[in-house]
């Protein structure tokens, strides 16, 4: 899990909450919003998938009581990278540069909602066409049923 930033075409700030499974490569949401709080945060998990381990960086969103006692309250232990150790992170991290490059920086935006259309129509492409070296060049939804 990660978060990134950008602005729309009126320079209204948005963020992003990028989850994806480090295990199959899927992007399991994007969550298009202008402000994130540990709230929202976790609310957000809640409606994804169920978790046994997240991995994330030392952000005060992943840091903070809100957030830990989240984790705990779901059985979730909570992996967190070294300072500056982005490569223990690195899924997600490859996964961010991939969407900042074909998404991100490829359109201006007008709005949240069209930000959040052409983040899932991306999306849905991402998880059904897009094959993965680290998965023997399968698509997500290929290796998921081979396992």
């Not at 169920?50 to 830990?68: A, G, L, S, W």
């Not at 059904?128 to 060049?137: G, M």
């Amino acid at each position: 899990m990660n978060f990134m930033s950008d602005s729309s075409r009126h320079q209204r700030r948005l963020r992003t909450f990028n989850v994806i499974d480090d295990f199959n490569r899927e992007v399991l949401g994007i969550d298009i919003v202008i402000s994130l709080p540990a709230g929202r945060v976790n609310r957000y998990l809640d409606k994804r998938v169920e978790y046994h381990k997240i991995r994330v960086d030392n952000r005060p969103e992943f840091t903070r009581k809100t957030f830990i006692n989240w984790a705990k309250s779901h059985g979730i232990s909570i992996d967190y990278i070294q300072v500056g150790s982005q490569y223990q992170n690195r899924y997600i991290e490859r996964f961010n540069r991939i969407y900042r490059t074909k998404v991100l920086d490829l359109y201006l935006f007008n709005n949240l909602e069209q930000t959040k259309k052409i983040t899932k129509e991306w999306l849905t492409i991402y998880n059904t066409e897009s094959p993965h070296k680290a998965l023997n060049n399968m698509i997500s939804i290929e290796y998921i049923t081979l396992k």
